[in-house]
């Protein structure tokens, strides 16, 4: 699984770092915000307990097929 986090959203409050301790840690970014950063690799049920733990959905995870595991895609619409 891909992991990503968007710093523009992450408010480094580090309840991913709580619920996956040795997948992410928190860091001070230097602009006197602190945020989340992927420090190593879990199990896929464990990076799923740290996106939803997230306040601000700063995680994403995306499968080895490219699809969306969290936040999830929206349905397709019917196109008409």
Do not use: K
Not at 21 to 43: E, L, Q
């Amino acid at each position: 699984m891909h992991v990503s986090i968007d710093w523009a959203v992450c408010c480094g409050a580090g309840m991913c770092a709580d619920a996956a301790p040795r997948a992410f840690r928190v860091i001070d970014a230097g602009d006197g915000r602190r945020r989340a950063v992927v420090s190593g690799p879990a199990a896929d049920d464990v990076l799923c307990e740290a996106a939803y733990a997230c306040p601000t959905l700063a995680i994403r995870l995306i499968d080895d097929d490219g699809r969306a595991v969290y936040p999830p895609a929206p349905p397709a619409t019917g196109g008409r």
